[in-house]
């Protein structure tokens, strides 16, 4: 009877685990990883002032370490050697398929690509994953200047409400337009990229400009590009691995000290954001030179910005 007994034990104990790695497995089928990158090429990688096939060889280096799935460029058109589309001879050299927005954006993939709109236009397309899903996917290069952060520092903006007035008629309205030419995809997984010119409004909090510590930054700012994604739903992926501000600062602006101003104000403006109740993110790295800042390192690094690489979970 008691060796009757263990059999069935036995027995019960091999099918449960049968089940649970069923249940494992099906659970792993029904998810998909997706690398997504944000990548500013600095004029197309031109500014670096290295030989031409250089420049490429390191910015393949960059989405290679990085591991990517999918690039939105900013600045990818060169402009002194052969003013071709740097995304065009990046995709072409990785085999992936491509759709040029502007001079300045594009987006490359190693996965289908579609425009959102028939006339190839759009500045955003339809990415269509191995298994099928399909995912909104759009490309942001706003306005450089004004730079606020570099007003502040230097007293040309003496106030939270002048910055945030400031940056809300120089970029504002470019976030709204993307916004509107997907509003009929809102249903959809969406990943939205770029070089926002702008920090993000996680990273200065009154709590995070405290920590910060920094004279020349002396208030808050509720930067408005960021925060109205915020309110549309959407969610910062590196700040949804990273919420500790102090912590983990992630600036991409910039890898070059002393280019621009000295002292630098160093922030994080190369964002990655997503929306939709599939989307989760998983992990997010820095990508850059060899420097406390950078996750991923590529050395000779090329560009003035640091990329962001971000493993959403689509389910």
């Not at 990085?66 to 060169?78: L, N, P, Y």
């Not at 939709?276 to 050395?299: C, F, Q, R, Y």
């Amino acid at each position: 009877m008691n060796s009757t007994k263990r059999i069935i034990q036995a027995v019960g104990i091999a099918l449960l685990c049968i089940a649970c790695q069923s249940a494992k497995h099906r659970g792993g089928a029904d998810q998909t990883s997706l690398r997504v990158m944000t990548f500013n090429l600095w004029h197309g990688g031109d500014a670096v002032k290295l030989p031409r096939d250089t420049t490429i060889k390191y910015q393949l280096e960059a989405i290679r370490r990085a591991k990517a799935d999918v690039v939105g460029f900013q600045e990818q058109t060169t402009n002194q050697t052969d003013h071709r589309s740097r995304a065009r001879v990046l995709a072409d050299s990785l085999g992936w398929q491509h759709h040029l927005i502007d001079a300045s954006r594009a987006i490359i993939s190693r996965y289908h690509l579609e425009p959102l709109d028939s006339a190839g236009s759009s500045q955003a397309v339809w990415l269509t994953l191995p298994q099928g899903q399909k995912v909104v996917f759009g490309v942001m290069h706003l306005m450089y200047t004004p730079y606020e952060p570099y007003d502040i520092a230097d007293r040309k903006l003496l106030s939270a409400e002048a910055a945030e007035a400031s940056a809300r008629e120089t970029r504002l309205h470019q976030v709204q337009h993307l916004l509107d030419e997907i509003a009929a995809y809102r249903d959809y997984p969406t990943v939205l990229v770029g070089d926002f010119n702008e920090p993000s409004c996680l990273d200065w909090t009154a709590e995070a400009i405290r920590q910060r510590g920094d004279t020349l930054l002396p208030f808050a700012v509720n930067w408005p590009a960021t925060a109205w994604l915020l309110e549309q739903g959407f969610k910062d992926a590196y700040r949804e691995v990273y919420p500790q501000v102090n912590e983990r600062p992630g600036y991409t602006w910039t890898s070059v000290e002393g280019l621009w101003r000295n002292p630098e104000i160093h922030d994080r403006i190369d964002l990655i954001y997503f929306s939709g109740n599939k989307l989760t993110a998983k992990n997010a790295w820095i990508v850059g030179e060899s420097a406390e800042l950078s996750d991923i390192v590529v050395t000779p690094w090329p560009s003035d910005h640091r990329a962001v690489v971000a493993e959403l979970s689509l389910w």
